[in-house]
Structures are given as structure tokens and as C-alpha cells.
T-cell receptor, first 116, second 112 residues
Framework: EAGVAQSPRYKIIEKRQSVAFWCNPI?????LYWYQQILGQGPKLLIQ????????DSQLPKDRFSAERLKGVDSTLKIQPAKLEDSAVYLC??????????????FGPGTRLTVL | KQEVTQIPAALSVPEGENLVLNCSFT??????LQWFRQDPGKGLTSLLL?????REQTSGRLNASLDKSSGRSTLYIAASQPGDSATYLC???????????FGPGTRLSVLP
């Protein structure tokens, strides 16, 4: 079974520039998550999708971050404009939501963003 | 608001030792708890998931226990190997549809 795919793996940009990350979840997984992991910290959830609808975006800085999952499969996370404090690894995860199940999450390799 | 801490932040042990990693959480109303491994520059790999009704889970040399009432989980690694060197993260999911809250991780180095 193929895992969660993310691209690019690395990105370096100047502050105030825009950047976009792409995620392809495991086939059949309806739930998709984007996390931000700052160096030395655990991942923090930015947004959760169930199919193409947003379930939780309470920690997404909506003035500069946006995400979409138009067809309920692939997802894109965008930052516009980027700030220095956005330097982090952006992780995508997916899960298959079974009723009463454990919703185990499977993670992609992440995109390491450096904002100069 | 759920808060998750992990002690120690870093640990260095000689190969062959048995070791325990600790995870504490402030809200005991959890749905499940998951332990992950993260290698440098990589994503997270799931190790063990414990449902709130369970006391422990085992996989190979790994054993995770859960004590909800005290807000603690431990990950026991038997006969550690250099290949176990990584950062170990615990994550807690709340009872009311909340998403995972992660701890900051424990960085483990197993010396040959």
C-alpha cells in the first residue's frame, strides 16, 4: 500500500513570498490533516478535512494560510505572504474514519520550509 | 485545554539497555493515545496505539502502558539497539472528537 506523498520535500523562500505544498493521502482515506512542526516541538494541527469539507481549522492562521481539498483526495496548503516564524516542517497525514474505530493516522515525509 | 509533556527531553544509553520514555497529559478524558517515532528529516511512523479502555499494547520489543487516572503513559523499549535512535512522540486524542495533541518528544540516542 502506497503511503502519504508530499511535495516538495524542501523549500527555501524569502519572507513575504508565497509558497504551496501538496499532499496525496493513502487511497481510500477520507480524512486528511495538515500539521506544522517547529524545530524541537511536537506537530501542531493546522487543519483537518473530512472528504472535501473542513472539520477543524481553529489553529490555522487564516490571514496568511489557506488549504483546500477540492475533490476529496489531494490537498494543497498555501502560505501567502510567508513570515520568518513560518519556518517549520509541514506534515500531512491521513486516516480512514471507521465508526468507533481508532482513526490511526499515517504521516507523509513532510516538507521542510525555510523562510529567509 | 489538553497539554502533553514528555520527560526526558533527551536520553543517551548504551546498546542493550532497557529504557522507559514517559508521557504525561493534563486531561484524562482521552479517546486514545498513540506513540510515534520520527527519524531526522522524516515523517512520523506509528508505533503503538492504545485505546482508552486498554492498559497496554505490545509490539516486538516495544510495550506501551496507559494509566488514564494519573494522566500517564510509558513506552518501554527492551534491549535497545542503535537503530532505535530517533525522536519518540506521544499524542493524545480527546473524548469529544478532538484531534491529537502532541508532546514535544524525547530524543533517544543508543550508542553502540
Amino acid at each position: 500500500e502506497a503511503g502519504v506523498a508530499q511535495s516538495p520535500r524542501y523549500k527555501i523562500i524569502e519572507k513575504r513570498q508565497s509558497v504551496a505544498f501538496w499532499c496525496n493521502p493513502i487511497s481510500g482515506h477520507a480524512t486528511l490533516y495538515w500539521y506544522q512542526q517547529i524545530l524541537g516541538q511536537g506537530p501542531k494541527l493546522l487543519i483537518q478535512f473530512q472528504n472535501n469539507g473542513v472539520v477543524d481549522d481553529s489553529q490555522l492562521p487564516k490571514d496568511r494560510f489557506s488549504a483546500e481539498r477540492l475533490k476529496g483526495v489531494d490537498s494543497t496548503l498555501k502560505i501567502q505572504p510567508a513570515k520568518l516564524e513560518d519556518s517549520a516542517v509541514y506534515l500531512c497525514a491521513s486516516s480512514y474514519p471507521l465508526a468507533g474505530g481508532n482513526n490511526e493516522q499515517f504521516f507523509g515525509p513532510g516538507t521542510r520550509l525555510t523562510v529567509l | 485545554k489538553q497539554e502533553v509533556t514528555q520527560i526526558p527531553a533527551a536520553l543517551s544509553v548504551p546498546e542493550g539497555e532497557n529504557l522507559v520514555l514517559n508521557c504525561s497529559f493534563t486531561d484524562s478524558a482521552i479517546y486514545n493515545l498513540q506513540w510515534f517515532r520520527q527519524d531526522p528529516g522524516k515523517g512520523l511512523t506509528s508505533l503503538l496505539l492504545i485505546q482508552s479502555s486498554q492498559r497496554e499494547q505490545t509490539s516486538g520489543r516495544l510495550n506501551a502502558s496507559l494509566d488514564k487516572s494519573s494522566g500517564r503513559s510509558t513506552l518501554y523499549i527492551a534491549a535497545s539497539q542503535p537503530g532505535d535512535s530517533a525522536t519518540y512522540l506521544c499524542a493524545v486524542r480527546g473524548n469529544y472528537g478532538q484531534n491529537f495533541v502532541f508532546g514535544p518528544g524525547t530524543r533517544l540516542s543508543v550508542l553502540p
